[in-house]
């Protein structure tokens, strides 16, 4: 059970600890599987995506911004200028076809969907869950006129894809918590905090965590000389996270069925895309044949 925080007493929850709803597991990963998935990441050319887009301006009083990591998608792709997915109304438009799971993380998917189903029925398991979506993000620092500015962060939120939401952590690990709701003038209340270790799987759902609270990566260790892949220019990774998600399958588009307007906004990313994989080469030359 998670104990209600108390003052002056940091809350640190142990592997394989009982907290309804929040599963974790440090050694989850094989030593084989965490070194054929990084063999894996290895080969990904990661994208430095903008905040907005031409028709998804900046609100007043907010410029464009670059997103604080590099990021890659697979199933379908979120890109931030199209929002995300945020059912039920942000459902159109938002998630772009994107290339399958290598089978090493199908492997852990697998895993992963069975023990999501022991641990969540009725309304915390929706019809039709399954893990066909994820986000691998990068953290680190990046290299700003001359000097290394530490970006391994993440703000609070919330997971709006629907059902239970599973992460596999590599490298440096991460301080995770889960804070209640933020109101105006009031500190917010730390209700979970979860350090995530290498090769550790964290999986959570049901209310408590996907509705009443919103989880935000609160700091990145830092051990010298850690260094991940893939490499990239600018960006020193020292973790990384996979997030697997579940998108109903009709909210999954492909590019070439995209409204004009979005496809303008994220034709730039799939091109980038394409320079490297042949999977958004196909999903581009799609929209030529009409
Ligand atoms: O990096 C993590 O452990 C969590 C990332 C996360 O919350 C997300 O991608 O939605
Ligand atoms: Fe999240």
Redesign the pocket.
């Known amino acids: 059970m998670a104990l209600p925080p108390r003052h002056g007493r940091s809350l640190v929850h142990k592997a394989r600890q009982r907290t309804p709803g929040h599963h974790y597991n440090a050694s989850f990963l094989s030593s084989a599987d965490r070194a054929s998935i990084l063999e894996w990441l290895g080969t990904l050319h990661p994208l430095w995506e903008q905040r907005y887009s031409a028709h998804f301006p900046p609100p007043p009083g907010q410029s464009q911004r670059r997103l604080l990591r590099p990021v890659y998608w697979l199933g379908n792709w979120q890109f931030a200028c199209l929002d995300y997915y945020r059912p039920p109304k942000g459902v159109k438009d938002r998630c772009v076809k994107a290339e399958p799971f290598p089978a090493v993380l199908q492997r852990q998917v697998d895993k992963v969907e069975e023990l999501a189903r022991r641990m969540f029925r009725g309304p915390d398991m929706p019809t039709g869950w399954h893990l066909n979506t994820c986000?691998v993000?990068f953290?680190g620092s990046r290299l700003e006129d001359g000097h290394w500015v530490d970006t391994a962060r993440?703000g609070e939120?919330k997971?709006f894809e629907p059902g239970p939401?599973a992460?596999l952590?590599l490298g440096e690990r991460?301080l995770?918590q889960f804070v209640t709701s933020s109101r105006p003038g009031e500190r917010d209340e730390v209700v979970l905090e979860q350090w995530?270790d290498d090769g550790a799987l964290?999986l959570f759902g049901g209310a408590r965590w996907k509705d009443q609270t919103f989880?935000?990566?609160q700091r990145v260790d830092t051990r010298a000389g850690l260094l991940l892949p893939p490499e990239l220019p600018d960006f020193r990774t020292r973790?990384i996270?996979l997030?697997f998600r579940y998108v109903p399958d009709a909210h999954v588009t492909p590019f070439a069925l995209l409204s004009a307007e979005a496809r303008e906004d994220v034709r730039g990313y799939m091109e980038t895309l394409a320079s490297h994989s042949a999977f958004f080469r196909a999903e581009l030359a799609r929209e030529k044949r009409g």
């Open positions: 986000l993000n953290y993440v939120h997971d939401v992460s952590s991460a995770l995530l964290q989880h935000r990566v973790r996270n997030t």
